[in-house]
T-cell receptor, first 113, second 109 residues
Framework: DGGITQSPKYLFRKEGQNVTLSCEQN?????MYWYRQDPGQGLRLIYYSQIVNDFQKGDIAEGYSVSREKKESFPLTVTSAQKNPTAFYLC????????????FGDGTRLSIL | GQQLNQSPQSMFIQEGEDVSMNCTSSSIFNTWLWYKQDPGEGPVLLIALYKAGELTSNGRLTAQFGITRKDSFLNISASIPSDVGIYFC?????????FGKGTLLTVNP
């Protein structure tokens, strides 16, 4: 099946620890995105990448980092600098051409121990 | 970052009733999208609107792209229990999406 796979489904972070969330897609999409969702809020853009080896900050990039070494993979690292990391993290992708809608993975819920 | 104004924030209705929700923005978008999200899952695309004034249906769902390109509404007819969830509007320009805060829909059987 073609789609977007996020792992793990649940993740726990200790104070001062960096953690990495995985996002893989087999849709051959050029563009990939990371969003953060808090209760009662819409999705807020953290980072996005339109092409391999290139990415841009979104609206709330502080405390996060990404890489895009392969077309199908866009991992997100939540660093210790992110003081309020507890949230639901969603990855999305689009073909990258025109205004094609974004399609989402099933998310990773990150909690602090 | 900018956000869309989505209303109502929540709705509690009886099965069989029709539902309407809308989004407005101070910015123009090239595309309006409506998503549904179930608890613990990612949003699923319901309807995509590409032209100002466009009216599109998907089963019991109907959505319209406002003439000014700054607003959209979603109607659900004859609601059923599985319609329960959070509905999000999103405006898209180029690669970027801007989301509303969502409408929580509860359907009483």
């Amino acid at each position: 099946d073609g789609g977007i796979t996020q792992s793990p489904k649940y993740l726990f972070r200790k104070e001062g620890q960096n953690v990495t969330l995985s996002c893989e897609q087999n849709l051959n999409h050029d563009a990939m995105y990371w969003y953060r969702q808090d209760p009662g809020q819409g999705l807020r853009l953290i980072y996005y990448s339109q092409i391999v080896n290139d990415f841009q900050k979104g609206d709330i990039a502080e405390g996060y980092s990404v890489s895009r070494e392969k077309k199908e993979s866009f991992p997100l690292t939540v660093t210790s600098a992110q003081k309020n990391p507890t949230a639901f993290y969603l990855c999305a992708s689009t073909p990258g051409v025109g205004n094609q809608p974004q399609h989402f993975g099933d998310g990773t819920r990150l909690s602090i121990l | 970052g900018q956000q869309l104004n989505q209303s109502p924030q929540s709705m509690f209705i009886q099965e069989g009733e029709d539902v309407s929700m809308n989004c407005t923005s101070s910015s123009i978008f090239n595309t309006w999208l409506w998503y549904k999200q179930d608890p613990g899952e990612g949003p699923v695309l319901l309807i995509a609107l590409y032209k100002a004034g466009e009216l599109t249906s998907n089963g019991r769902l109907t959505a319209q792209f406002g003439i000014t390109r700054k607003d959209s509404f979603l109607n659900i007819s004859a609601s059923i229990p599985s319609d329960v969830g959070i509905y999000f509007c999103a405006g898209q320009s180029n690669y970027k999406l801007t989301f509303g805060k969502g409408t929580l829909l509860t359907v009483n059987p």
